[in-house]
């Protein structure tokens, strides 16, 4: 099969979150069960250059549709860590992608939509006849309109559309301006609400929506989060157009790529270990400790890696280190936020708790300490108001590091209590709350300490089971392609 992703973002090279990963393991995974894979994304002038190998112009004169006329781009085409990419550059006053950052401008919505019109002219262009289009969030989600609306009319008529939505809290909304720069005319055809008109907000339109009503096949990050964005009100607004497009809807959880976040082989971390020689976390363990400058002693390491968004559960995470303290154990929090008022909150808290030997925050973004945090810690903590997937909690798992997490989303889906699952005593690997409120977070929080503390050959067995869950891409590989071959048959 042929697949081509068009993204906003790639691992290693133009990372915000997790999207970057998602695109970079099931690339590579599809491309080794034999499928022929490529990924098209924006030439930002903010990407990791070193991490692009034997980048070099191949196409010079693509000329990409624009308000009354045309914006010339060139196209680039490079290998990041042998994954085929192709990178469009536009030319033109507006620099699109010509910008220190990823996202955050007033003219985001314009910018992708721009994108998503070059990704499909230059496959149109190039003569390339992709089985599937996977597109990835609202930035993509206008490609399959301009397939439907343009394309096809013009013979483009073999590719299907795949797209996957990572959260339903970004959605592209925009006011009807967006028509005029990409030719989709006729604006009570494209403002209806059966196509891009917003659900929420009167005269808007919504890339996002429109997505998942032009595509083949819509796809969320885990089956839980697909349940709740249809049925329990998670959906941003979305709740309506899915449940008219539920036959083409479904949850796919992602995988985690083991050859970058395997406590084995990590270069990052100064003892590596597996299921047979778990001692050698206790290394990891002290190194981290060290670095941090935490007292060496008997109790428990309870972290915390991820961005200080209200979606992570602040609240929860700032009573979780006072409760974890009072507990008797230690608590490590590594992250930041691009809202200076809640880092400024974080720093308040870290300068509050400087003289404790059993805490430390640190307020930034280090994927070097995140892998040493992964190794050296005994828990994760992932309280989130809502979680579509999740990362944290699965890379937690393959380091033996116990995940206390809330009952939502991905969480939901690859978390499964010691005492309460529904699910045989082996595959039991962490501890899950479902009320987010403190009650809630205690009640979890507190046996995983006391286990930790009283019973540790129960957390050790906890721990085994925790690092024999496989959450590899080999099975959402195999999901992504059922999607494939059954929007390429139906
Ligand atoms: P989201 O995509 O909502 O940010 P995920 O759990 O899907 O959350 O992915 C988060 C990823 O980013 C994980 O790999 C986590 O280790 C990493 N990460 C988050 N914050 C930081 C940070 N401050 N420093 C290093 N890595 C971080």
Not at 244 to 260: E, F, M, R, S
Request: charged share 25%; aromatic share 12%.
């Amino acid at each position: 099969m042929f697949v081509v992703h068009v993204t906003p973002e790639l691992a290693t090279v133009a990372k915000v979150g997790g999207l970057a990963d998602v695109v970079f393991g099931l690339s590579r995974e599809l491309a080794i069960r034999g499928n022929h894979v490529e990924i098209v994304l924006p030439k930002y002038a903010s990407m990791r250059y070193d991490q692009i190998y034997d980048l070099h112009e191949v196409h010079r004169d693509l000329w990409v549709p624009w308000y009354d006329g045309a914006i010339h781009c060139s196209v680039y085409f490079g290998f990041v860590h042998d994954r085929k990419c192709f990178f469009i550059e536009p030319h033109s006053g507006d620099d699109f992608f010509d910008r220190p950052a990823i996202y955050g401008y007033p003219d985001d919505v314009l910018r992708y939509a721009f994108f998503s019109r070059a990704a499909i002219e230059f496959l149109w262009q190039s003569g390339k006849h992709p089985d599937v289009i996977h597109c990835h969030d609202w930035q993509t989600a206008l490609l399959p309109v301009y397939l439907y609306e343009f394309y096809q009319r013009l013979g483009m008529t073999h590719p299907r559309v795949c797209l996957t939505i990572h959260n339903f809290a970004h959605q592209g909304v925009v006011d009807g301006a967006l028509l005029r720069a990409t030719g989709l005319q006729h604006p009570e055809r494209f403002h209806h609400h059966d196509r891009l008109g917003d659900p929420r907000y009167p005269g808007m339109l919504n890339l996002l929506k429109g997505g998942i009503v032009y595509s083949n096949f819509v796809t969320t990050v885990s089956p839980r989060y697909a349940f709740e964005t249809k049925d329990q009100g998670q959906g941003f607004g979305l709740e309506g157009v899915l449940h008219a497009h539920q036959i083409k809807y479904g949850g796919v959880v992602n995988g985690i790529d083991y050859d970058l976040w395997n406590p084995e082989i990590d270069r990052h971390i100064p003892a590596r270990y597996g299921i047979e020689t778990i001692e050698a976390k206790y290394d990891d363990k002290r190194a981290l400790r060290q670095r941090l400058m935490l007292a060496d002693n008997e109790k428990a390491i309870v972290a915390f890696i991820g961005r200080l968004d209200p979606q992570k559960g602040l609240e929860l995470v700032r009573h979780a280190i006072f409760y974890t303290l009072e507990r008797g154990a230690q608590f490590v929090l590594l992250g930041s936020s691009p809202d200076p008022a809640i880092n400024a909150d974080f720093w308040g808290l870290k300068r509050m708790l400087n003289d404790s030997p059993d805490c430390h925050l640190e307020i930034g973004f280090d994927e070097d300490l995140a892998h040493l945090i992964y190794a050296g810690a005994d828990m994760m903590l992932v309280p989130s108001r809502f979680e579509p997937c999740g990362l944290t909690q699965m890379i937690a798992l393959r380091y033996g590091t116990i995940p206390v997490v809330r009952a939502v989303g991905g969480l939901a889906d690859t978390v499964f209590d010691k005492d309460h699952a529904a699910r045989p005593l082996h595959e039991r690997n962490g501890y899950v709350f479902n009320d987010y409120d403190h009650a809630g977070l205690e009640s979890a929080l507190g046996r995983a300490i006391a286990c930790y503390r009283d019973y540790p050959d129960d957390f050790r067995a906890l721990m085994r089971n925790a690092m024999h869950t496989d959450y590899s891409w080999n099975r959402p590989g195999q999901d992504y392609l059922n999607i494939y071959d059954y929007i390429r048959n139906g």
